[in-house]
């Protein structure tokens, strides 16, 4: 471990004095920064906030002898954090230490003996990390495994592959459709790009048709093409990838989105291997590629609703690869740091315990957050070495940058579907399709209606009431004053 790097050490007891005198200590030995907390709530605020090392936890943190904040405490760092969890007791707490030892206490330390223990329990924890960093050190600096496209030694990793081969090279005439499931930025259309590269017929074409960001009728007209007059601006004929794939691969991102009409479409071409293009005069041609459908969403659950066809389904789901997000095989992160930023215009150089904190975060935007986090990086950082203070700086924790990448993910998607819709006005009439959809899911209740969109009840009325008018801008943030 960089020696320049303090730990960072949490010391959690409800006696201030007791608080006070066990940060001097700390702050005597040096290379150790203390954040006190006296209760469970303001331990659980710093834990948020910063990345604690080790959490040296008095059992009693209230007057009354019921009280189980300490155990509450340990439980959820062991649960939720990489935080090491010691207890600080008195003599007479046999029972509450034993307690806390089977909840995942790493060790103990008696309050009479503070001084003598703390600072061997801090050296011991200062090696471990040393040689868990030397582990990841030696990991990320070997050569990343990059087969087929995919970064990571990871055991879920190896069999995604493991089951991607099978998939790809399944010895039969037919090309089976291939379902991929997993979280977005999980890695789904590399998938479906490495069962095209490994499958029989590589050097045919790979279309990516992203189901939900074009109109139905773009759509429609991208796979089927047209022939001369099917429409006005149809001047000439034109392919659509069921033609132009050939024997290639055929990338439906975002499946659950299609149109039921277009789901009924495809699920003639799959059944009968046949379509036509649009246009009165098209002949009926034979599709020969392979579908590989991606989704987020479960789809089981759009059946049910009646979003999604039920035969449709079956037939994709013939063939399943589940895509894991990134909390799933956390120890490949290293290795995908170094594997992203070896891409980009200017030298990085990660230290051990920068990649030990991107290795412990949520990354709810699974590997494409990592890759958007390391870009950002490489734009913002000027030292050519990330330490962990780079990472604070310009990756903060709870930023919407690091949290949001899964909602932004979704929402763009939305709204560029959105934004091809053959509507005049876009803005306003999306602003209308949402606040209609909020009022009619909180049947009328325009307060209710507030909150799902939280504004206030006033803005919600202000709204309606410019619509019956016939006025068709929103209230301005002055008029959302919160309902008194
Ligand atoms: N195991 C991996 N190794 C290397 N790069 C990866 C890996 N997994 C994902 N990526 C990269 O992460 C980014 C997002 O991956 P991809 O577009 O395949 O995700 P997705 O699941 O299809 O996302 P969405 O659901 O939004 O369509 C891409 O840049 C991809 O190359």
């Given at each position: 471990m960089n020696e320049q790097q303090p730990l960072r050490v949490l010391l959690v007891d409800d006696e201030r004095i007791a608080l006070k005198s066990f940060a001097n200590l700390l702050e005597s030995l040096g290379n150790a920064v203390p954040y006190r907390a006296s209760s469970l709530e303001e331990a659980r605020q710093i834990l948020e906030e910063v990345l604690i090392d080790i959490a040296f936890i008095?059992?009693?943190?209230?007057?009354?002898?019921?009280?189980?904040d300490g155990l509450t405490l340990i439980q959820e760092l062991r649960e939720r954090y990489q935080t090491v969890p010691i207890v600080v007791s008195g003599h007479s707490q046999v029972h509450e230490v034993r307690e806390a030892m089977k909840l995942g206490a790493e060790d103990y330390v008696l309050k009479t003996e503070l001084e003598q223990r703390v600072s061997i329990i801090l050296n011991a924890l200062r090696r471990k990390l040393e040689l868990k960093e030397e582990l990841l050190d030696l990991r990320a600096r070997?050569?990343?495994?990059?087969?087929?496209g995919l970064v990571g030694t990871s055991v879920s990793i190896q069999n995604l592959r493991a089951l991607i081969q099978r998939v790809a090279t399944a010895n039969s005439q037919e090309l089976f459709p291939v379902l991929i499931h997993g979280p977005?930025?999980?890695g789904k259309e590399l998938v479906a790009q490495a069962i095209h590269k490994l499958?029989?017929?590589?050097s045919d074409p790979f279309f990516d048709v992203n189901c939900g960001a074009l109109a139905e009728t773009l759509i429609e007209d991208q796979l089927f093409g047209h022939v001369r007059?099917?429409?006005?601006?149809?001047?000439t004929d034109k392919e659509g990838y069921f033609t132009l794939v050939r024997r290639g691969t055929l990338f439906l991102d975002?499946?659950?989105?299609?149109?039921l009409s277009l789901q009924a479409k495809l699920l003639r071409v799959l059944e009968t291997r046949r379509f036509r293009p649009v246009g009165p005069t098209a002949r009926e041609q034979l599709f020969q590629g392979r579908i590989v459908a991606a989704t987020h969403v479960d789809l089981k659950e759009r059946v049910r609703e009646k979003r999604f066809r039920e035969d449709l389904f079956h037939r994709l789901n013939v063939l399943r690869i589940l895509v894991p997000p990134l909390s799933d095989h956390r120890e490949d992160i290293p290795a995908l740091v170094q594997h992203f930023a070896a891409r980009q215009h200017r030298p990085m150089q990660f230290t051990q315990r920068a990649i030990e904190q991107l290795s412990r975060r949520?990354?709810?935007?699974n590997v494409r957050e990592l890759r958007n986090a390391i870009t950002r990086l490489a734009i913002l950082?000027?030292?050519e070495s990330i330490d962990v203070d780079t990472l604070e700086l310009?990756?903060?924790?709870?930023?919407e940058f690091s949290l949001g990448g899964a909602l932004s993910d979704e929402l763009g998607q939305m709204v560029r579907k959105l934004l091809a819709?053959?509507?005049?006005d876009r803005l306003d009439a999306i602003t209308k399709a949402i606040v209609l959809a909020a009022v009619e899911q909180a049947r009328g209740n325009n307060t209710e209606a507030g909150k799902v969109l939280g504004r206030s009840r006033k803005f919600v009325e202000r709204y309606l009431k410019k619509l019956a008018k016939g006025g068709k801008d929103s209230p301005s943030e002055e008029e959302d004053e919160e309902d008194s």
């Open positions: 008095d059992l009693q943190l209230s007057q009354d002898i019921r009280n189980r070997g050569p990343a495994d990059t087969t087929l977005t930025g999980s499958g029989p017929h590589p007059g099917a429409f006005t601006d149809a001047h975002e499946v659950a989105e299609l149109s949520p990354w709810p935007g950082a000027e030292s310009y990756l903060p924790l709870e930023s819709l053959p509507v005049k």
